[in-house]
């Protein structure tokens, strides 16, 4: 991908497995890489790929506020932002106040407090790219899923606001959408609604065009053309990495 060597990336979500595929990629594309995740970072997987690793609450605007200075005195300004981070409660009319106020703590808030302070330094390079990971499950109903889809579709929808407030400035917004990933967030979610993961794969797998689900790598190929300069015309886009999941 061209524009990417040496340029500074922050990505939430960073040990799960589509941030760390996406941060793999971006390595390798000859990024700077900062993780950042709620939990701990036990097994130095950003050790391991020659990252950076942060532990933040996201939902915490002055956990954020501080390790956005942080980043930008030991790091420098960031170029790029790739929002992943997400919590996953699936529920329907049935959700509690406290449950629709966790994800959206996470989701949308996280998502939004991110941006704001990355922005800041996005201007002080000229401008930069945010990739804000939405979901098919941010453009159709599911059973069941209120509360996860809802944060999915305002996922889009800040993106698309996001891209007309910041296109001066150069700054880049897009969202990634993938469909089903077959990564440990959906074994447990498998394994949280005791469902037979086997069995839940092939029907996760039917659904798409492929006849598979994808793979985190799949998904962070996506990740890197989005924030490079061969992505340098779009904005306020949602790009699916479905499967054909949505042309069904």
């Known amino acids: 991908m061209r524009g990417l060597k040496n ?31 709620l939990q701990p970072d036990t097994g130095n997987k950003a050790t391991a790929i020659g990252a950076r690793f942060l532990q933040a609450d996201i939902s915490d605007e002055d956990a954020v506020a501080s390790i956005s200075a942080s980043i930008e005195k030991e790091v420098g300004p960031v170029h790029i932002l790739v929002n992943t981070a997400a919590y996953f409660i699936f529920k329907g009319i049935e959700a509690t106040a406290e449950e629709w106020q966790k994800i959206n703590a996470v989701n949308i808030g996280g998502t939004s407090l991110m941006a704001k302070y990355m922005v800041l330094q996005m201007k002080k390079n000229g401008g930069g790219s945010i990739i804000n990971f939405s979901s098919v499950s941010g453009f159709v109903g599911q059973a069941n899923f209120a509360t996860y889809n809802a944060t999915k579709f305002a996922i889009r929808g800040l993106t698309k606001c996001w891209a007309q407030d910041l296109a001066p400035f150069n700054i880049r917004v897009n969202t990634l959408c993938p469909g089903y990933i077959y990564t440990k967030a959906f074994v447990d979610s498998c394994n949280k609604l005791e469902l037979d993961i086997e069995e839940e794969n092939k029907r996760a797998s039917a659904m798409h065009l492929l006849n598979r689900q994808g793979r985190p790598e799949e998904v962070a190929a996506a990740a890197a053309f989005l924030a490079s300069d061969d992505a340098s015309f779009i904005t306020g886009s949602d790009l699916l990495v479905d499967g054909g999941y949505l042309a069904k």
């Open 7 to 37: 340029k500074i990336v922050v990505i939430t979500g960073g040990l799960g497995d589509l941030g760390y595929a996406t941060a793999i990629r971006l390595k390798e594309e000859g990024c700077t890489v900062v993780l950042l995740d």
